[in-house]
């Protein structure tokens, strides 16, 4: 699924993230592991709290570089 997500519709970030979560537009969640678990854990909670998959990635940097950025990314979201 990872290799889907720079074609797919998305959003990168913890707030954008979140918000999509609260929005109930977020369809899957990707997590960094090597990302800070301040930033990841309160997602991952809000995820399993809606039903959302969640997914994890390595590094920060393939996920960001699976997103099409050039930085690297704590989470992202795959939305409607």
């Known amino acids: 699924m990872l290799t889907d997500l720079k ?3 998305k959003v990168t970030g913890a707030k954008q993230v979140t ?6 537009t977020a369809r899957r969640v ?5 990302a800070d678990p301040r930033v990841t854990e309160p ?7 809606q039903g959302t998959e ?3 990635v390595a590094t920060m940097a393939a996920l960001g570089s699976a997103c099409g950025i050039a930085v690297g990314s704590a ?3 795959v939305v409607d």
């Open 7 to 9: 074609s797919a519709k």
């Open 19 to 24: 918000r999509a979560l609260k929005n109930g």
């Open 30 to 34: 990707f997590l960094a592991q090597d």
């Open 43 to 49: 997602i991952e909670i809000l995820c399993r709290e």
């Open 54 to 56: 969640t997914e994890a």
């Open 75 to 77: 989470v992202a979201a």
